[in-house]
Structure formats: C-alpha cells, structure tokens
C-alpha cells in the first residue's frame, strides 16, 4: 500500500448520516458475496444501468431459493393479488488522481480523491396495476482541493421514488403512468442521461407517461425537472431553473430495414444560462432523429438534431451531427472491435450579435468523451477511435484517442455539465486537446465489477495560446458491486 493510499484510507470519510445505510449494506454484502457465482444467480436476469428495468416476476413460478441474491428477489406478498417485492442495493468505491486538472487550470488534488457511494432499493409490485420503486443513495466524498463539488457528494437522498400506474392496453401493449423522482435515460444518452461516471448520479422530478407496443414501437412523454445536489441529508429539491419536457419515440425495424429509429422533440428551459456570448434566459426545442442498431458484425449509432428558440432576446439556431460505428471481428482471438465516432456540434460564430449558435446537449453524460470528463459536446468536431478486446470472457481491454476541435474560433470550450472551460481569447486556434485513455473491466461475479482507467491529455495549439497547458493525467480505480 503506498503512502497516498494509507493517508486517503486514515480520513474520516464516513459520516454519522449514512452510517445507517453502511451498515445495513457492508455486513450483508461481505458475508453473502462468495454465494454469487451459484447457479441460481446465473440464471438471474441481467443487471441494468436503470435497476427499475430489472425485471424478476418470471422467479415467482420457480421454486424458492435460499441462495443469495435471488432470496432478495420476487419475494411474495400476502395480498392475494400476486403481489412481490424485490431488494437491492450498490457499494461503489472509486479512488480518483488527476495530475493537472483541466490542464492545470483547476486546483491540484494533493493525494487524490476518494468516493464512496452506497445504495439501498426496493421494488413493490403491489399488484399488475400499481407499483412503488424506492431507492435510496449516499454518496460521499474525500480529498478534493476546492471541497466536493455538486456531482461529488449528496449524503443521503431518495435517487429514485416513484409510483407506476398500469392501465390495461392490450395484449402486446403497455401503458404506465409514472409521477414521482425517477432516472431518465433517452436513446444512448447523448442528451439525457444519468451521468454515471461522477459520484451523484442525475435523477428528476415529475411525470412521465410510457406507451410500449411490444414488438413495434415505445413513446415516453415527460415533463420533468431535475434535481438540485445539495450536499446534506434529504436537502434536495426540484429545480425551479432548469425544466425539461417533450416526447421520445422508438420504431423497431422500420419499413422491415436493420435497425431502429428514434425521433423526438425535447423542449429546455434555463433561467440564467451562460455563454461566451453572455448570460440570459433559454428557451430550447430540439427536433432530432436516431437511426442505430446492429447487422452482422457491424454497429451503428448516428444521431442528428437541430435546435431553435430564445437566448437573452436574441434567436438561437444550432445543430449536431454524431456518429459512431463498429465491427466486431468475432472469428479472431479476442475477438476485437474496432469502432470510429466522427461528431460536430455547432458554436456562435459572433458573440456580439445577439444570435446564439452554440449548441446545448442538455443533460448528457457526465464522462462524455472520457472519463477525466474535462470538455463536452459544444463548439466542437472531433474523431475518436476504439479498440475493444476480450482476453477471457470476464476481462474487457479497450484504448481509444480522441482527437478534440473546436468549430467556432469567436466561442470558447465548455465543459459536459456546461460550465465555460476555456474563452476564445483572440486565438485563432482550431485544434485544442488530444486525449489517449486505455481501461481495464474484470468482472469477478455477478454485480462484482473492478475497473481501472488511465488517460493521457495532451493540450493543442488552442490551449497553449490561451492560457494555463499542462499535459493532464488521470488515474480512476472503481470497485462497484451490486445485488
């Protein structure tokens, strides 16, 4: 154990808020873990990125395991309705070094940082009509040179709770009502995603409504807010700045071609947005499509949408283009993938006319282009290439070089949550960062997932003429386990 691991691991990192979600987790988690790779945990299904898509109601007809964690599973109720529950949780532990963060602008983190987040669920099925998910969080965090930011630390907060209403709809068809606090992903997450890579994950307030046609299509209409991070306990609350609504629909295998397609439309409203162009009042309406799916060996995901509407007064017209696209060479060891994502989004070509060009991904993912999660998808063109391989069907080996521009030279860089990054400062510079991260994914058992990454960021000729350029580097080690 080195000396900056001793010091992190001294630190009181644990406060009296959680402790009770701690104890409930950490006894349970280490006394049961060695039963997970059983048979009946195999045949459990998959653990998904949102836990309330975990469907387990196929194991109320199968005979009662004792073995963990399907004893958490399907359990009945005595309501004579075919009523069950299920529980659940999450441990993530994530050590974090960046040397030079946002290439020596920010504060320098002296040992790290350290985060902790713990999780405890449950799922009611009270009966095919009505059902209650709850989920509880506790996210905390240790080192940080400035104190834990918004994403760091939220002490103990409900992520998701929410009531769904199932009105009959046919054979083949869902429809659910669903008010409540509750996890949004649309699409692949380019604009509205949980934001997963930082300690707090993002959730919402409001209503949804989600009509599913099994075998054809899905429309989920919301109108949501997201929440506020405050650090405390049970502190949270909607946002009254930010609000987002519209529609998102899904068509499988449209006119009997590969694929699916999406199309949506996604309004925004920000009370006091910043650009380089200056602060005002936002309203957005994004029009975009999704076309992505797999055929044979190859993977696509191409997105396109254009945006309309109000910026301080002045009209707002912005656009992206994203791509990405795979092969997977499954004949040769390790079977290897090689996938290319060429993107562009739009920037404001004149801050002082009162047309704001700069496109807005809303609610993305936190670690949009990688994990040390330093600039985000505005004002940008970039190529970014992977390589997956798979030595042993639980390791996973992937490197990829991104390859970062801005579009715009009268706009700056901004980052993934939206925050100005770096002003033009008069710099006719294109070329503005190059990025090389290589991680590790090792799957103990299931849930049991240890992850390392490590990313290398070069400055380019826009950094260097503008101001602070040190080469960046990031050092992420995860263990997360989840039952």
Known sequence: MTEVTRKIWRQPVLP?????????????????????????????????????????????TQPRSSCWPACWKAIPLDNNAGGYVNLGGEIRQRYEYTSNPTYGQAPQDPHGVWFQRYVLLADLHWNPYVRLFGQLNSALESGRAEGPSPVDENQLEWQNLFLDFHVPAGDQNSLILRPGRQEIVLGSGRLVDVREGPNVRRTFDGGRVLFDDV????????????????????????SGRLSLWGAYATIQRPYTAPGNLDIYYLGYRDTDALYVQGSGREERNSFGARYWGESGNWRWNWETLYQSGTFAGGEIAAWTLATETGYHYTDLPWQPELRFSINIASG??????????????????????????????????????FVNALPCPNLSLTAD??????????????????????????????????????????????????????????????????????????????LQYRF
Request: glycine residues 6%.
């Open 16 to 60: 009296l808020s959680v402790a009770v979600v701690a104890r409930l987790v950490m006894p349970i988690s280490i006394s049961l873990t060695p039963t997970v790779a059983s048979a009946e945990a195999e045949d459990l299904p998959p653990l998904e990125k949102l836990r309330f898509d975990e469907d387990y109601a196929s194991l109320l």
């Open 215 to 238: 075998e054809k299509w899905r429309l989920d209409l919301l109108a949501v807010h997201p929440r506020t991070d405050n650090p405390g306990v049970f502190d949270d609350e909607s």
């Open 348 to 385: 404001d070509d004149d801050p002082e006319d009162r047309e704001l060009g700069t496109f807005n991904p809303l609610f993305p993912r936190g670690n949009y282009f990688s994990e040390a999660a330093v600039l985000g998808p505005r004002n940008f063109y970039n190529f970014h290439v």
């Open 401 to 478: 070089l991104n390859l970062f521009w801005r579009l715009e030279t009268a706009d700056g860089l901004y980052s993934p949550s939206g925050q100005i990054v770096r002003y033009p400062g008069g710099s006719d510079a294109h070329f503005s960062a190059t990025t090389l991260s290589m991680t590790l994914e090792y799957t103990l058992s299931r849930g049991l997932v240890f992850t390392a990454i490590q990313t290398f960021g070069k400055p380019e000729a826009f950094l260097e003429q503008t101001g602070t350029h040190q080469d960046l580097n990031f050092t992420e080690l995860t």
